[in-house]
């Protein structure tokens, strides 16, 4: 065990520039934002801040109609909030490791909870997946990023990225699925037999499916309890 004096730890957790960059990651579990306008973050994510920062949470006219009723299905949907002004805004989510993507005219699936941030040049929209009949709706919502800008997502631990072929679909657990390419539509699939085996269903095991032509990013966790039908 290393014991540092005053001095050393100050210098060493000491807030850094090292990048010209809006998004900086002071470490791997906590983002700094350098604000110069206005980013999207979820809600309840800031751990400090400087300058002159204003904090909205999204307005009900901004959602639209579609997401509003989305999330009145689901009971939930991810919370954004507005960060105008200008000044530094330090994020993080449960401590868990944060990535940074760039992205140039793409789109991506990210699951709700692992949305920290992202650049107002991305465009959101909270996507329902298909087949949700008998499953708990909260964790069926993801957000489809778009357009040019940076994303920031979060993840419990090394993610891990999966090609996805025509000849080789990928099935994962939804609890431990993070994101996946903006051409890929997973289907929900159960099966029985696998209850004990592959996730944590009541007896039934709960399966995202993803056929085409892509990649699907997973974490060696899992976040979201899903359960069976009663």
Request: without cysteine; charged residues 20%; hydrophobic residues 40%.
């Amino acid at each position: 065990m290393t014991i540092k004096n005053l001095n050393e730890f100050l210098e060493s957790s000491k807030q850094k520039d090292l990048s010209p960059e809006a998004f900086e990651l002071e470490s791997s579990h906590l983002l700094e934002v350098k604000l110069n306008g206005r980013v999207w973050a979820k809600s309840g994510s800031m751990v400090a801040y400087r300058g002159g920062v204003k904090f909205v949470r999204q307005g009900l006219m901004e959602q639209g109609l579609g997401n509003l009723l989305k999330k009145a299905i689901s009971g939930e949907g991810t919370q954004l909030m507005k960060m105008e002004g200008q000044g530094r805004v330090y994020v993080a989510d449960a401590g868990k490791k944060i990535t940074l993507l760039r992205l140039n005219g793409e789109s991506i699936f990210v699951n709700g909870n692992d949305v920290l941030a992202f650049e107002d040049g991305i465009a959101s929209d909270i996507k329902m997946m298909r087949k949700v009949a008998g499953m708990m709706s909260g964790g069926l919502f993801n957000i489809k990023l778009s357009g040019s800008g940076v994303v920031a997502i979060t993840s419990h631990y090394e993610p891990l990225t999966l090609s996805v072929t025509p000849d080789q679909p990928v099935f994962t657990d939804p609890n431990a699925t993070v994101a996946w390419s903006g051409g890929l539509s997973p289907d929900i699939v159960t099966d029985i037999s696998l209850g004990t085996l592959f996730g944590r269903g009541s007896g039934e095991s709960i399966q995202l499916k993803f056929a085409g032509t892509g990649w699907v990013v997973v974490q060696p966790y899992e976040e979201v309890y899903f359960q069976g039908a009663d």
